[in-house]
């Protein structure tokens, strides 16, 4: 440990992102659901420990090894926004964890929210909130 700091200092330290409950303590990103299955399915489907691929310092599961296989291809196409924080909490200028029910697909990018009575708050304004969550989200994710 360093010199002088509590191991609760050197955690929050961090960037959020790193330590946030969006991933499982098996370090599961969005709670082992697949992200490509939002777009193919439609809705949220959880992965399969079969079907894994590590992306971004997080394990990501999938339902199938098609759509890890797609994931492994494009990342970015299919990973959700902030990290896989709440849009909402990153258009407010901080983090939260997520339902991987609460879910929107708007532009082609995945968002995520921490429930779906603050997904209909962040749905009232959807462009004004991706405005103020890509602003704010370089701050969050670097700690400063």
């Known amino acids: 440990m360093a010199a002088g700091l509590t191991a609760a200092a050197l955690i929050s330290a961090r960037p959020a992102w790193a330590i ?3 991933f499982t303590k098996g370090g599961l990103a ?3 659901f ?3 299955a939002y777009f193919t399915e439609g809705t949220p489907v ?3 420990p079969l079907f894994t691929h590590r992306h971004d310092g997080a394990l990501w599961q999938f339902a199938s090894a098609a759509n890890r296989d797609a994931f492994a291809a494009d990342p970015e196409r ?3 926004q902030y990290g896989g924080y709440c849009a909402w909490a990153v ?3 901080y ?3 997520i339902d991987p029910e609460a879910w ?3 532009d082609g990018k995945l968002y995520l929210n921490y429930s779906k009575s603050v997904q209909r708050r962040w749905e009232r304004d959807i462009p004004g909130n991706i405005v103020k969550a890509d602003s704010n989200w370089p701050d969050i994710k670097t700690g400063g």
Do not use: F, L
Request: hydrophobic fraction near 25%; proline fraction near 12%.
């Open 20 to 22: 946030d409950p969006v």
């Open 30 to 32: 969005i709670r082992g």
């Open 34 to 36: 697949d992200p490509v």
């Open 46 to 48: 959880e992965g399969k």
């Open 78 to 80: 299919y990973a959700p």
């Open 91 to 93: 258009s407010q200028g």
């Open 95 to 97: 983090t939260a964890s």
């Open 104 to 106: 929107r697909i708007e």
